[in-house]
């Protein structure tokens, strides 16, 4: 996570204290990239880039979040993610090699202290690797299953 994000969240509810999150080591991030690329059956040494488009292009198209209206958004969060018996899941922030872990709750609950509008591009990925859930810099959502 960001740092800025956790000092914005802070000053906002100065009572609070930003929500459990993990930074995943390189070696996980890595994992989690080599069992994307097999349940995509793409080849073992596709470069970053490739497999993010591969991704992209691969994600049904689900819509849009509203940027402008954080309840609104946390419904549509709420009704458009795919099941998940975890209650973590991972975030991508790049390119599978920056990789977070937190509660989905907590993803919902504080999506407009992690989620920055213009700037993030993201992916929410359930543990068991299963689904991909896009959300693009300006609000498009995608989904991929994976299985």
Not at 41 to 58: A, C, P, V, Y
Not at 72 to 89: F, Y
Not at 93 to 106: S, T, V
Not at 118 to 136: A, H, K, L
């Amino acid at each position: 996570m960001e740092q800025i994000k956790i000092e914005n969240y802070i000053k906002d509810n100065p009572n609070k204290s930003f929500p459990y999150w993990s930074e995943l080591d390189s070696e996980a991030c890595g994992k989690i990239r080599n069992t994307i690329i097999r349940k995509l059956q793409l080849i073992s040494d596709i470069s970053d880039i490739d497999l993010m488009k591969t991704i992209e292009k691969r994600g049904a198209f689900k819509g849009f979040i509203d940027i402008d209206n954080i309840e609104n958004t946390k419904k549509v969060l709420l009704t458009s993610l795919p099941t998940t018996d975890n209650e973590l899941i991972y975030i991508n922030w790049y390119r599978i090699n920056k990789i977070d872990q937190m509660y989905l709750q907590d993803l919902i609950d504080n999506f407009d202290d992690i989620w920055y509008p213009s700037v993030d591009d993201i992916d929410v990925i359930n543990t068991t690797i299963s689904w991909i859930f896009s959300i693009s810099h300006f609000g498009g959502i995608k989904i991929i299953q994976l299985d």
